[in-house]
């Protein structure tokens, strides 16, 4: 080991010198225990996270750590969401088990990364309560996962190092794609609407976007190594390019990524609908490999709510832009996000919610109850929704959602589609899984050599959220 070469300054250098540094200390660790040290990386969250992860995992394959499947590990990284309060209670709960197995292998480390490290109160209270962790490293550094992980790996005390923002995007480091066929990619970080209830803008940062030619071509990267779909990530990718030099827009980007050979399809998370425009939706229905797909946050139907929340559309608004939407794409599949309980929703402010869902007829709808976050606007509010009343109407939209949704899934029954083959299935030999560019679940007919193909298939009967369908390629 030479110690007298200095790290660089320059990233992704600086990191690509310490994955090397990490190398040696996993070959010291061979020559000592005669076996490679395990990693597990667990995320919380969103896709954000799940791709975070996967740049986790890239750095820790490259330095020579071997997968864990459990927690049973050398080095535990949890990877936190704090969108809603389950989650950082979740992450508490696993922390005690964790420590029980630290006392079993005392050379283990634990790290935690991810949006609950971004929280002030949040790092105190591991400080304090859980000193066992020994790395804690928030969203904006996550590129310096190497070094962070060398520093704490050869100290004993507890390394924290948090940014509250930063301009750098580091892209060019190793990831580990959990799918050989698909992969996230960001196209932006961060988030500058400030919805009244979410503390996303406070642990991402202000929004900043990638420039058009990196990201393409880590996708023409991505396509040649075998990806044939993609999802395009951002907290709200129609104000993609607002940061970059000539403003380049998301259709724009759509409509180049498009032309990407061997790429199959293209979806994207999340759209807000303050500003998807027109230009947009033409991108999508004259992009091929755009899905037919858009995941469309309606947060409330009630526009008195809407204006509190900081949402910039109100009832009408949304409902026009989806008559847009569907005039141009019928057959689009929506889908949304709405949350019962906000502070001072009154029934009538819920029964705009459920008008909305019946009139719009959603694919399916992730229903989330209000959860009161630090530092948010909605927090201070006096008129907090009692929990007998929260989860009354959380019943009763959960109810009306599921039974929409079984009947607008089953739409599509008889027709033939392109299934993409994602996994065998988990129940039964002999099938495996897929989806639809419209998101749809398909069990059809085959084995473990189907995964990543695209496959015709005869969707044959609508199990309520998934089809069972079959082939029609003569396998
Ligand atoms: N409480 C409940 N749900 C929330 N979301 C964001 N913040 C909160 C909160 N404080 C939901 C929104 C968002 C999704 C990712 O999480 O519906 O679209
Ligand atoms: Fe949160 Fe609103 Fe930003 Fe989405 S758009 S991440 S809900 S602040």
Redesign the pocket.
């Known amino acids: 080991m030479n110690n007298t070469v200095t790290p660089p300054d320059q990233e992704p250098e600086r990191q690509h010198y310490f994955i090397g540094k990490l190398k040696e200390w996993v070959d010291d660790f061979y020559s000592e225990f005669k076996r490679k040290p395990t990693a597990f990386v667990c995320t919380f969250g969103?896709q954000m996270n799940a791709r975070d992860s996967e740049k986790l995992r890239g750095i820790l394959l490259q330095a020579g750590y071997e997968t864990a499947e459990g927690e049973e590990a050398d080095l535990v990284v949890y990877n936190t969401c704090t969108?809603?309060e389950n989650a950082n209670l979740k992450v508490y709960g696993r922390l005690g088990v964790l420590n029980g197995y630290k006392k079993k292998n005392p050379n283990m480390k634990i790290a935690l990364c991810g949006c609950m490290m971004q929280e002030e109160e949040v790092v105190s209270k591991i400080q304090k309560s859980y000193p066992f962790v020994d790395l804690i490293f928030g969203t904006h550094n996550l590129y310096k996962f190497a070094e962070l992980l060398f520093i704490a790996l050869n100290n004993n005390e507890m390394t924290v190092e948090t940014w509250d923002d930063s301009t750098a995007i580091v892209e060019e480091l190793p990831k580990k794609r959990k799918y050989s066929f698909k992969s996230g990619v960001n196209i932006m970080f961060g988030c500058n609407n400030f919805c009244s209830?979410?503390?996303v803008p406070y642990v991402r940062g202000r929004e900043k976007s990638r420039y058009p030619i990196d990201i393409i071509r880590e996708i023409e990267k991505l396509a040649s190594d075998g990806v044939k779909e993609i999802m395009l990530l951002g907290q709200n990718v129609n104000s993609y390019g607002k940061t970059l030099d000539g403003q380049p827009t998301f259709a724009q980007l759509l409509y180049d990524i498009n032309k990407i050979d061997g790429l199959e399809r293209i979806r994207f998370m999340?759209s807000h609908p303050k500003d998807l425009s027109d230009e947009l939706i033409y991108a999508m229905a004259e992009c091929d490999k755009v899905c037919d797909h858009l995941h469309l946050?309606l947060?409330s139907g009630s526009s008195r709510l809407l204006q509190d929340m900081n949402r910039h559309y109100d009832k009408e608004k949304y409902l026009s832009l989806v008559d847009k939407i569907r005039n141009v794409m019928p057959d689009i599949s929506l889908t949304t996000?709405?949350?019962v309980g906000y502070p001072g929703e009154s029934e009538e402010d819920f029964l705009e919610t459920m008008d909305v869902v019946k009139r719009v007829r959603y694919d399916s709808a992730?229903t989330?109850?209000?959860?009161?976050?630090t530092k948010?606007p909605a927090a201070e509010k006096p008129d907090q929704i009692p929990e007998a009343i929260v989860h009354d109407r959380f019943d009763r939209l959960l109810d009306t959602v599921q039974k929409i949704g079984r009947e607008q899934t089953a739409r599509f029954t008889g027709r033939i589609m392109n299934v993409l083959v994602e996994e065998e299935n988990q129940k039964e030999n002999g099938l495996v899984t897929g989806r639809l560019t419209n998101n749809f679940v398909v069990h059809l007919p085959g084995n473990k050599s189907d995964i990543g193909h695209t496959i015709p298939v005869k969707l044959d009967e609508c199990k309520g959220f998934y089809y069972l369908g079959s082939r029609i390629d003569g396998n």
């Open positions: 969103c969108v809603r209830y979410c503390i999340t946050p947060q996000d709405i949350i992730f989330f109850i209000y959860s009161k976050r948010t």
